[in-house]
């Protein structure tokens, strides 16, 4: 489970690796502690220098002073070197962790979102968090053990001196904090803006062809314009937040550090502190002034980068709306019945596409879904692979409850063929090979004859190993939808949900195609989204769904001569069957 706010999420990453973390811990603080004690010695170096009687010891501290810096060197190297490979192996689990979780989101929350910006999320995301931790390790603990060590070395020059650092430093923090939180709705405002933009560039590159086809160049130039100029906008109102607090720090910083000098070169010409009390106030408060730039400008980071993690966990890391129960079941697939009772959903509830649906189908029974077009018969298919959950009612599929069943468990027992079938930018073998990942490369082949597409593959220049380009837009419609039968094939699943899976070929292929697919549905239970009805007329039964409900449901042979829906339909398409066929003619003649 994601932690849902940004520090959880945080120590979520840094408590999985709490050794990796706790010496990178212990080597950047020794390091700045050695950093403070070589300037320790260089005071000492200095009152031997300035009392002819201790002069004789200088050697000694010399050569404390050149092994702390050789120390200190040794030690940032190291953490360097520990940082590097910590904060990328962070990365890595990062977008690993954010794509286990987005993966459990329904479909219906990547319908609503820009995949795109999901993807450069995440991808930011590992950036942010990289980015968080490098600071607080580089830039933000170092300057704090080293005000640590400034307060601990003043005390023992002159106590007044460290409490006065203590309390301006308390109020220098105070101030710019206080003026920095005020920036932080600007800054979660540019991390919202500039994922929204860069979702929308990748949607219209995405949509090229609708960009051209549509002569709409010009007008997505001028809209991406418009886009990026709000985002600079709210860019340019973060950098300057930004800017305007390090004018403030500095401005702090500059008095802070002025006073402590002139404090102690009082006190030296008073008698009570030595040259090297001088030496060393001045080089603390330096290291201070320039160490808490370096913190400021790192907080900064920080609260960006925290932005950017927020946002994402606003947008990702929601709890999964359709998830496994606290222990789930494997599904046994038992021939493949399926139950719906009483069913009501809507993806907008206010909107239900299913009143008090029920249903059921038996198990070998092979079922042809018809209705007018939103009548909900893809969202049947949704519900019984269970990607997303009923408002009411139930879906029980070889009496197992959906909801009680480890998802993945109960999909690997159903195999789908939809519209428009997904291929990724892979090759052509390892696209149909997703159907059964451990399939040999025969079986692969057999199932690509079987779903009529070993021909075409043959001819492409790759064959097999072909790249389909990304959403397989290398391949056609029709070539595209005999790879997913394919991998339908090759799963072999006792239950095959069809959304019109034949939609996209010419007539010769479907006929072919519908020949392999009376092959595969032999003994499975079949439930097949049609519009033509010469695609179910040989199914056990027609289920025509309309008005949230089932209105007609029987064998095709009986609805036929029923009066109904499907009579109405099968009409209209015979008719419309006949006219095609002598506007055929008329073209032939
Ligand atoms: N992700 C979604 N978010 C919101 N509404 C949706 C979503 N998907 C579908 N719908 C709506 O749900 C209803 C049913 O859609 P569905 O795709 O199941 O219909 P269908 O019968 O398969 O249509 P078609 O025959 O045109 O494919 C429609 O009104 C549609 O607008």
Redesign the pocket.
């Known amino acids: 489970m994601l932690a849902s706010r940004t520090l959880p999420f945080l120590l979520s990453q840094v408590a999985r690796r709490p050794l990796q973390f706790g010496t990178l811990l212990t080597i950047v603080i020794s390091a700045t502690c050695c950093a403070v004690a070589a300037q320790y010695a260089m005071k000492l170096i200095v009152d031997q220098m300035t009392d002819d009687r201790r002069a004789a010891q200088i050697w000694q501290f010399v050569g404390v002073f050149v092994g702390l810096i050789a120390v200190e060197s040794t030690l940032w190297r190291l953490g360097g070197w520990l940082g590097c490979r910590t904060v990328v192996g962070v990365g890595v689990a990062v977008r690993l962790d954010l794509f286990r979780h987005l993966a459990g989101h329904p479909?219906?929350y990547f319908?609503?979102q820009m995949s795109g910006a999901l993807g450069s999320r995440v991808t930011a995301t590992a950036g942010a968090v990289g980015g968080l931790l490098g600071s607080l390790t580089w830039h933000v603990i170092p300057p704090c053990v080293d005000f640590i060590g400034a307060v601990v070395v003043l005390f023992s020059i002159e106590p007044a001196m460290a409490y006065a650092l203590v309390a301006s430093a308390a109020a220098v923090a105070s101030t710019v904090t206080l003026f920095g939180s005020r920036g932080r709705p600007l800054h979660h405002a540019y991390a919202e803006q500039s994922a929204r933009v860069s979702g929308d560039l990748v949607d219209t590159v995405a949509n090229m062809w609708a960009v051209k086809s549509f002569a709409a160049r010009d007008r997505e130039y001028r809209r991406l314009q418009q886009a990026f100029g709000i985002e600079a906008a709210a860019q340019r109102a973060s950098w300057l937040h930004t800017e305007k607090a390090r004018v403030l720090h500095d401005v702090c910083l500059w008095l802070m550090a002025g006073g402590m000098l002139v404090w102690a070169v009082q006190g030296w010409r008073n008698g009570n502190n030595t040259p090297g009390d001088v030496v060393i106030v001045s080089a603390l408060t330096f290291r201070i002034l320039h160490g808490s730039r370096d913190l400021a400008l790192a907080l900064v980071g920080v609260a960006q980068n925290s932005a950017v993690i927020r946002e994402m966990l606003d947008a990702i890391g929601g709890p999964h709306r359709v998830d496994d129960p606290a222990e789930p079941a494997d599904f046994v697939p038992r021939g493949g019945s399926i139950r719906l009772h009483k069913v009501w959903y809507?993806?907008?509830p206010a909107?239900p596409?299913f009143r008090g649906l029920d249903l059921h189908i038996p198990a070998g029974q092979r079922v042809g879904v018809i209705?007018?077009?939103?009548?909900?018969?893809?969202?049947?298919?949704?519900l019984i692979q269970r990607l997303d959950d009923v408002t009411s009612g139930q879906v029980w599929i070889d009496r197992q409850c959906v909801k009680d069943v480890r998802q993945d468990s109960l999909r690997s027992a159903i195999a789908v063929v939809p519209?428009d079938v997904a291929l990724f930018h892979r090759s052509i073998l390892e696209n149909i090979r997703y159907g059964r990942p451990d399939a040999s490369i025969d079986e692969v082949m057999t199932a690509a004859r079987d779903a009529q597409c070993d021909d075409f593959i043959q001819c492409l220049p790759q064959g097999y190993d072909t790249l389909v380009g990304e959403r397989g837009v290398c391949l056609s419609g029709g070539q595209r939808q005999r790879i997913g039968i394919a991998r339908a094939f090759l799963k072999n699943a006792p239950i095959l949900l069809l959304?019109?899976a034949t939609s996209s070929l010419d007539s010769a292929s479907e006929r072919e195609i519908q020949i392999a697919l009376a092959r595969l549905m032999r003994g499975k239970t079949v439930v097949a989204?049609a519009?033509r009805l010469a695609t179910v007329a040989s199914f056990d039964r027609v289920l025509v769904?309309a008005n949230g409900c089932v209105v007609e449901d029987g064998p095709p042979a009986v609805l036929q001569h029923q009066g109904g829906p499907y009579e109405t339909l099968w009409r209209l398409q015979v008719a419309g069957a006949q006219d095609d066929g002598n506007a055929s003619q008329g073209l032939a003649t």
Request: proline fraction near 4%.
């Open positions: 479909m219906q319908a609503n809507g993806y907008d909107m596409v209705g007018p077009s939103g009548a909900g018969k893809s969202t049947l298919l949704a519209q959304d019109e989204v519009h769904i």
